[in-house]
């Protein structure tokens, strides 16, 4: 079976793969050595499963600049602030129409 949200082949299909997810979740924070890219993780697994994780402008601005920031700016925590400041509030963004 596949996962509805981003394709994976699974067995149990999106229903495992939300499980594998939510093991990975419960690892990062019970082992600290997976703290680091705990974000990365949440970021890119939200961005693949939109419907459930991005559903609103807020949340899609928040993930793709979370996992922008992870990935083109070494995640920096000033950065990450900058983004959490500019997205409190009533985030002045639309959510564009996703990709077919």
């Known amino acids: 079976m596949r996962c509805e949200g981003c394709g994976l082949e699974i067995d149990g299909g999106t229903g495992a793969c939300q499980a594998e997810f939510e093991r990975l979740i419960a690892r990062d924070f019970t082992d600290p ?5 705990h974000r990365l993780l949440v970021d890119t697994y939200s961005l693949q499963h939109p419907d459930r994780y991005c559903a609103s ?3 899609l601005a928040a993930h793709l600049t ?3 920031c992870a990935l083109e700016l070494q ?3 000033a950065v990450y602030r900058a983004l959490q400041h500019w997205l409190n509030g009533a985030a002045p963004v639309e959510r564009p129409e996703p990709p077919v």
């Open 33 to 37: 050595r997976f703290g680091r890219t």
């Open 57 to 59: 402008a807020k949340s």
């Open 66 to 68: 979370g996992l922008c």
């Open 75 to 77: 995640a920096n925590p």
